[in-house]
């Protein structure tokens, strides 16, 4: 048994020993994935400098207006240009009430045919400039920087009448009403 198993082990290998010898050749070639490249001295010729517009095509970037002019918030400003009175929102974006005072602010504006802006009361330079505009009180019933308030400014830049909290549509065009000058009212 021991010779017996001593020739198929040896043939076993005789075997797989001719099998593999037998090819010579791969039976396919592994192509690279990235060819090989020969490079020349070939010279480059140097890139050209990009062409630039002219000035009157680029693109300008927009300008931006200042948050005060004169003391006055901008805003402010334009809408006393315009408008012989000019209904105020002051606001915090994200607040219900806050967005509630300030639709009805602009309801009440548009009813009285009056100028309309809103001032968020994160624009530091704009509070700023509007509570030295109106200056402010330590009294409760006065003070400028609650939010929300409406505000109702006459030209040139007075404040006719300020209302702090919710304010209705109706209450904010009685002020604007009542604000405007005798000969724009008839």
Wanted: net charge positive; charged share 15%; aromatic share 4%.
């Amino acid at each position: 048994m021991g010779l017996g198993v001593l020739v198929l082990g040896a043939g076993g290998f005789l075997f797989l020993g001719h099998g593999s010898s037998s090819s010579t050749a791969p039976a396919h070639v592994i192509k690279p994935l990235h060819p090989a490249r020969k490079h020349t001295a070939r010279a480059k010729a140097p890139l050209a400098p990009p062409k630039l517009q002219p000035a009157a095509k680029r693109s300008k970037a927009p300008k931006r207006r200042p948050a005060v002019t004169n003391g006055v918030p901008t805003p402010l400003a334009s809408a006393l240009a315009r408008h012989a009175v000019v209904v105020l929102a002051l606001v915090t974006p994200k607040s219900k009430v806050d967005q509630l005072t300030l639709a009805e602010a602009k309801a009440g504006a548009s009813a009285a045919n009056a100028g309309f802006v809103t001032i968020n009361v994160s624009s530091n330079a704009q509070v700023a400039a509007l509570s030295a505009l109106v200056g402010s009180s330590a009294d409760p019933q006065n003070r400028l920087l609650d939010a929300p308030a409406v505000l109702v400014f006459q030209k040139p830049q007075s404040l006719y009448v300020r209302l702090n909290g919710y304010a209705d549509a109706d209450t904010i065009e009685q002020a604007a009403v009542n604000a405007a000058p005798l000969s724009a009212s008839r």
